[in-house]
Every structure is written in C-alpha cells, then in structure tokens.
C-alpha cells in the first residue's frame, strides 16, 4: 500500500503570512493527488484535485503543486477564515490513503 | 445542487450490526465511483470502502474487509454500508463521498 507522510503536523502563523504544507508518497502516484480543508465540525472540502488544479470556487489564494512522491499545497496569505486542517489524498493505486493531516491555527 | 445525506448511525454493542445509509441527489448518481470515509473523533481520515458505478467491482480498507459490505442502488440514488461484527475500533464519524463532493456525516459508537 501506498503511504502519504504529511508534514508538518501542526502549524502557527500570522494572518497575512505564506504556509506550505507537503506530502510525500511511498511511490510515485503521478498527480493522483487532492487537498481538503476541514474546519472544526465540518466535513472536508476539496480544495485542489489533480495534485494543482484549483475546484471551483475555492479562492486564489491556495495552490498545489508537485508529482510523482512529493506534493506541496500552499495558502499564499493566510486568512483567520483559513483555520483548518488539511489533508492530502492520494488515489492512484487502491487502497486510498489520506495524510495525517496538518492543523493550520493562527 | 449536489447533496449527500447520510442516516443510520447510531450507538450498537460490541459484536453488533449497522447498516448506514446515503441518499444523493443533484448529480447522476451512477455515473460515479462512491466512497465511504470514516473519521475517529479527533482523529484524522481513513478511507473505508468504494464501489463502481454500477457495483460491479467493491474494495475495502483491511480493517474491515470481511466484516463490511458496501452496495449501491441506482434505481434509488442510495449508497449503503453493512456493518457487522463492530468493535471499539469502528467508532468514529462515517462519511459518504464522490470524492469531490461530501455528506455531513452519521456517527457510530460502538460501546457496551
């Protein structure tokens, strides 16, 4: 099976400031790769699919990028709407697996 | 507008069947691969099961493969879970999902 290390864990940063989250995998998985933000309470949201394409709606601010093992996903200015975590999906092989999850405070 | 609702979860004994339910609407339910997702409280997300679009071909996660049993029915535009022989372990919050799109979530405990 395919495992997805996610890094960090946890983060603090300021409103305003640039925060990179990155997965990597085990093997490659080209860009069958997602990002969703959960807020406390509430299901996961795709944010990014394809490992960079932006879903629709979701504002400017976040990015993906990478292929292959190793995977980024960047908020270029961070907002106090932004408080989350956020996790990583890979799909290219069964099983699925998700990051650990990294949880964004301000 | 896509909806997923999920229904079914509740609190069951060790040893104990469930079965979940999902109701979509807003999208041409079988044209999809579907996903059951589970999240322990606190925890992170694990996928649990997917079914194609027309259940030809089913997968699950080891730790519940031969214990769950995920179905689909077109003709009703519903996702189901069978649960049986639950443990401690399958507590958490159960999530259907198309991957893009995702329900709120039923919650099972598992507790004597």
């Known amino acids: 099976d395919i495992q997805m290390t996610q890094s960090p864990s946890s983060l603090s940063a300021s409103v305003g400031d640039r925060v990179t989250i990155t997965c990597q995998a085990s093997?490659?998985?080209?860009?069958?790769l997602n990002w969703y933000q959960q807020r406390p309470g509430k299901a996961p949201k795709l944010l990014i699919y394809?490992?960079?394409n932006l879903e629709t709606g979701v504002p400017l601010r976040f990015s993906g990028s990478g292929s292959g093992t190793h995977f980024s996903f960047t908020i270029s200015r961070l907002q106090p709407e932004d408080i989350a975590t956020y996790y990583c999906?890979?799909?290219?092989?069964?099983?699925?697996?998700f990051g650990g999850g990294t949880k964004v405070e301000i | 507008e896509v909806q997923l609702v999920e229904s079914g979860g509740a609190v069951v004994q060790p040893g104990g069947s469930l079965r979940l339910s999902c109701g979509v609407s807003?999208?041409?339910?079988?044209?999809?691969?579907m996903h059951w997702v589970r999240q322990i409280p606190g925890k992170g997300l694990e996928w649990v099961s997917e079914i194609s679009w027309n259940g030809g071909t089913r997968y699950y996660a080891e730790s519940v493969k031969g214990r769950f049993t995920i179905s689909r029915d077109n003709s009703r535009n519903v996702l189901y879970l069978q649960m049986n022989s639950l443990t401690i372990e399958d507590t958490a919050l159960y999530y259907c999902t198309r991957r893009d799109y995702w329900g709120q979530g039923t919650r099972v405990t598992v507790s004597s």
């Open positions: 394809d490992a960079s």
């Open positions: 807003g999208f041409t339910f079988d044209d999809y691969t």
């Open positions: 093997q490659d998985i080209g860009n069958y």
């Open positions: 999906l890979h799909f290219d092989h069964l099983p699925p697996a």
